[in-house]
């Protein structure tokens, strides 16, 4: 499966929960990593459910962070040694609390909610 960002292509691949893809930048094996070389999201293939959901929302953040060129601006706000730490924290308040912002879009917006936001997810998909 493949998508754009910014007119960055990005392809997502399911692989062994295994596979040296897994291994993030600080060496550990772990569910899901995302490499701005290839452009893919690596998701280890025993994720399902709403813990798939969850991680998958956290890759696309860095999805969006390469593909807008917001890493640079992470940089510049604190220190080398919180780079990491903090693109990780960024893509973590996303995934845990990016629905529930859309959500509360929609309480207080109602249906005009829903059309804004899959405008703006059709133009994502063409």
């Known amino acids: ?55 998958l929302i956290h890759e696309l953040g860095h ?19 919180y780079w990491i730490d903090m693109e990780e924290w960024v893509c973590n308040f996303i995934a845990n609390y990016g629905e529930q912002i859309f959500t509360k879009v929609y309480d207080i917006l109602g249906p005009e909610a829903l059309n804004v936001l899959s405008y703006e997810i059709e133009k994502l998909l063409n």
Not at 21 to 33: E, I, S
């Open 63 to 81: 999805c969006a962070m390469i593909s807008y060129d917001l890493i640079d601006d992470i940089h510049r706000m604190v220190y080398p040694k």
């Open 1 to 55: 499966m493949s998508f754009y960002m910014n007119n960055f292509i990005w392809r997502v691949e399911f692989v062994n929960p295994s596979d040296p893809m897994l291994v993030d930048r600080t060496g550990q094996l772990t569910v899901a990593t995302t490499d701005p070389i290839t452009q893919t999201v690596y998701l280890s293939n025993t994720l399902s459910g709403r813990f798939l959901v969850t991680v």
